[in-house]
């Protein structure tokens, strides 16, 4: 008699429960909006302008370039490069208020080859942006 009434209670308050959760779901409606306008700015790295190279030859030869600095902020410096015909580049690095530079060389190595000049601006956050290269010398 009482596991029929065990039985009897647990199967009503199994049917309460059921009955309770479906008859009273709980709920909640929140609503709210709000317009926001995104604007992403990009920028690009000025190259330098203005940029001449030049060869000067004599038995101990001297290669230069000049240019116009980048209109760019935070530059934090300039990577001149020699463009060799035979595929070497010499890099050199300079710093941001370099506007020229100049190197002596062997005749020897701009006879038989010819060089070209290009020079890539660094900025502190790390974009680069490189000039088209010189038109060609050679001694």
């Given at each position: 008699?009482?596991?029929?009434?065990?039985?009897?209670?647990?199967?009503?308050?199994?049917?309460?429960?059921?009955?309770g959760?479906a008859?009273?779901?709980?709920?909640?409606?929140?609503?709210?909006?709000?317009?926001?306008?995104?604007?992403?700015?990009?920028?690009?790295?000025?190259?330098?302008?203005?940029?001449?190279?030049?060869?000067?030859?004599?038995?101990?030869?001297?290669?230069?370039?000049t240019w116009?600095?980048s209109?760019?902020?935070?530059?934090?410096?300039?990577?001149?490069?020699?463009h060799?015909s035979d595929?070497?580049?010499?890099?050199?690095?300079?710093?941001?208020?370099?506007?020229?530079?100049?190197?002596?060389i062997?005749?020897?190595?701009?006879t038989?080859?010819?060089?070209?000049?290009s020079?890539?601006?660094?900025?502190?956050?790390?974009?680069?942006?490189?000039?088209?290269?010189?038109?060609?010398?050679?001694c």
């Open positions: 008699m009482i596991s029929i009434r065990n039985a009897l209670l647990v199967l009503g308050l199994t049917t309460a429960v059921a009955v959760t008859a009273a779901p709980a709920g909640a409606s929140l609503a709210d909006s709000a317009v926001v306008s995104t604007t992403i700015a990009t920028t690009t790295v000025a190259p330098v302008t203005n940029l001449v190279g030049g060869l000067d030859c004599k038995p101990t030869s001297t290669m230069s370039a116009t600095k209109t760019s902020a935070r530059v934090s410096g300039y990577t001149l490069k020699v060799f595929g070497l580049v010499q890099n050199v690095e300079l710093p941001a208020s370099a506007t020229s530079w100049s190197a002596s062997d005749k020897y190595y701009v038989a080859y010819s060089i070209q000049y020079v890539t601006t660094r900025t502190d956050y790390g974009w680069i942006k490189e000039t088209a290269k010189t038109a060609a010398f050679q």
